[in-house]
């Protein structure tokens, strides 16, 4: 059996290849990854990686907040 396609007779072995490609190479397509730039790379240290992320707060208190609630989960997880 064969569909009509563009006035041309396509066979279904082919349409089932065409789906299979398709499906196949957009996946691989998609898992392939890239290049990002905020991961911190290995060899960063701590405090580098902490100066290249941004605090977004929208007043100075609750950047001054943030910034305590790190430096405390950074000594709770320091004495564990």
Do not use: C, W
């Not at 691989?28 to 902490?50: C, E, Y």
């Amino acid at each position: 059996m064969s569909y009509i396609i563009f006035g041309r007779a396509i066979k279904n072995e082919y349409l089932a290849l065409g789906v299979l490609t398709t499906a196949i190479g957009g996946a691989v397509l998609s898992m392939r990854g890239g290049k990002t730039d905020s991961a911190p790379r290995a060899g960063q240290s701590v405090q580098q990686v902490k100066e290249a992320i941004p605090i977004n707060a929208s007043s100075s208190e609750e950047e001054r907040f943030i910034q305590n609630f790190i430096a405390e989960a950074e000594k709770a997880e320091a004495k564990h």
